[in-house]
């Protein structure tokens, strides 16, 4: 029989799992889940654990969703697959036609890929050719923001700004140019979010107008920098850069595929600010954590500068095999008719409240600077002197503790470094975001004790 020992022992000695370090697998168990159902995952022993993180960011409305379930074994029994050039299918013409109408107003044109690093691929890529289309190759470079994630792909990376990352791979990168964080946990005592973001976007408006002539776009992560600490900012920078970048001329790539879907309060990010991107990347939520798929949503505009005469030559290169998949394709469109039939967004924000009722506690902690909010993201810094925002030296691993702790109170929270942060499925209940909240103080308490 299949226990948890059995299978980890296996795993071990064929496996190589993503971004850890495998010798910690020496001392630190590897968690075999045998099924999840709602917020739940449960292990071959049969402990189970509240997925307080929505598994990497992706599950949206709770594991083996029944509706999900329901149209995914429906697609199946029509198509499962077929090649998108030459081709087309019925999903893929949905759920492009279902983007277009739910993005921000100007996104008509739905490019599909098939993972969140491939997405920001393409729109590097398009955002770069729209200019060689129209004749100016110069604008080729691009700017980001400190501290910003955009994938692990070379070109994603190279326009990503985890110092971990940039110091391992830096020299098989393009070279970027990266502006201030708006990040307001660096703002001054009594300063506002607001006033924060204005401020730290005067370097960003200065880079751009001695760059601009050779920049192709910006890329950003709009109002939460996830990967990088669920660090937070206000909607006023995202304002202040769709002006800048109009002023002078260039794209703005808005990275929603951590925060797209509903995980700001809004179904997408960039609704805070009004403003509608020149590209914007989804992922992640986009299949409710089913299947890998990705889009690029871009304007007419972009569109039409590569529309032309084959033998120009203008045609955007860029394919995977599993363009378009219908099975994902299906999926995304019935995790769109849950938003609209369930009333998601309206129903997250009574979540949200509550989670931040929840959590308030942790405020109070004497390792804790602050708890920080943008609708289902929730995030509290562990550090070693909070006033003088003295961190805990990164290879204490004092989140691994936090990790250990919620494993044995059923929940799966994972905090990034010394950062802890609540990203749950939309179908937890009050009750459940009671428990995290208590084993997130509790495990909390224990990491920084000494
Ligand atoms: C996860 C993530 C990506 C990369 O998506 P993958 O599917 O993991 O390649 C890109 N950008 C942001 C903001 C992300 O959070």
Redesign the pocket.
């Known amino acids: 029989m299949t226990d948890n020992a059995s299978l980890v022992a296996r795993d071990l000695a064929a496996l190589w799992h993503p971004c850890t370090q495998m010798k910690d697998h020496e001392w630190l168990p590897l968690v075999p889940v045998k099924r999840g159902k709602g917020v739940w995952l449960e292990d071959f022993d049969g402990n189970r654990y509240i997925d307080a993180i929505s598994s990497?960011?992706v599950n949206l409305f709770g594991h083996a969703n029944p509706r999900i379930n329901a149209a995914l074994r429906d697609q199946m029994e029509s198509l499962e697959h077929v090649i998108l050039a030459g081709f087309s299918h019925e999903p893929a013409v949905e759920l492009a036609e279902k983007l277009v109408e739910v993005t921000p107003a100007g996104l008509s044109r739905c490019f599909y890929a098939d993972?969140?690093?491939?997405?920001?691929e393409v729109a590097v890529k398009m955002s770069y050719h729209y200019w060689r289309n129209l004749r100016r190759p110069e604008k080729k470079r691009f700017i980001t923001l400190a501290n910003s994630?955009?994938?692990?792909?070379l070109g994603?990376l190279a326009v990503g700004n985890v110092a971990l990352y940039k110091e391992t791979y830096g020299p098989l990168l393009m070279e970027t140019l990266a502006a201030p964080t708006p990040d307001c946990f660096e703002r001054e005592e009594g300063e506002s979010w607001e006033a924060y973001s204005r401020r730290q976007f005067e370097p960003m408006r200065k880079l751009i107008a001695r760059h601009h002539q050779e920049v192709s776009a910006v890329i950003l992560?709009p109002l939460v920098q996830?990967?990088g600490g669920m660090r937070m900012y206000h909607p006023v920078y995202l304002e202040l850069l769709r002006e800048a970048c109009d002023e002078y001329d260039i794209h703005l790539i808005a990275?929603e595929?951590?925060?797209g879907f509903g995980r700001t309060g809004t179904l997408f990010a960039c609704e805070q600010a009004n403003i509608t991107p020149d590209f914007m990347?989804l992922?992640?939520g986009l299949t409710a954590g089913y299947l890998?798929l990705?889009a690029v949503m871009t304007t007419e505009k972009i569109y039409q500068a590569f529309y032309d005469e084959y033998d120009n030559l203008t045609a955007f290169l860029h394919s995977h095999s599993y363009t378009g998949n219908p099975l994902a394709c299906r999926v995304a469109l019935e995790t769109l008719k849950i938003f609209e039939d369930d009333q998601i967004i309206v129903r997250n924000r009574e979540l949200a409240e509550h989670a931040a009722r929840a959590f308030a506690p942790l405020a109070d902690h004497p390792h804790v600077r602050e708890v920080r909010q943008h609708g289902m993201i929730l995030a509290a810094e562990m550090m070693k002197d909070p006033k003088r925002r003295e961190p805990f030296p990164w290879h204490e691993r004092r989140g691994l503790k936090v990790y250990q702790h919620g494993l044995a109170n059923e929940v799966l929270m994972r905090p990034l470094g010394h950062v802890f942060y609540f990203m749950p499925p939309y179908v937890i209940t009050e009750s459940q975001i009671d428990h995290v909240a208590k084993m997130a103080l509790e495990g909390i308490d224990l990491a920084t004790r000494d």
Not at 149 to 153: A, F, P, Q
Request: charge should be negative.
């Open positions: 990497w960011w993972n969140g690093s491939a997405a920001v994630y955009h994938g692990e792909t994603a992560e996830c990967a990275d595929i951590a925060v990347c992922s992640k890998p990705s």
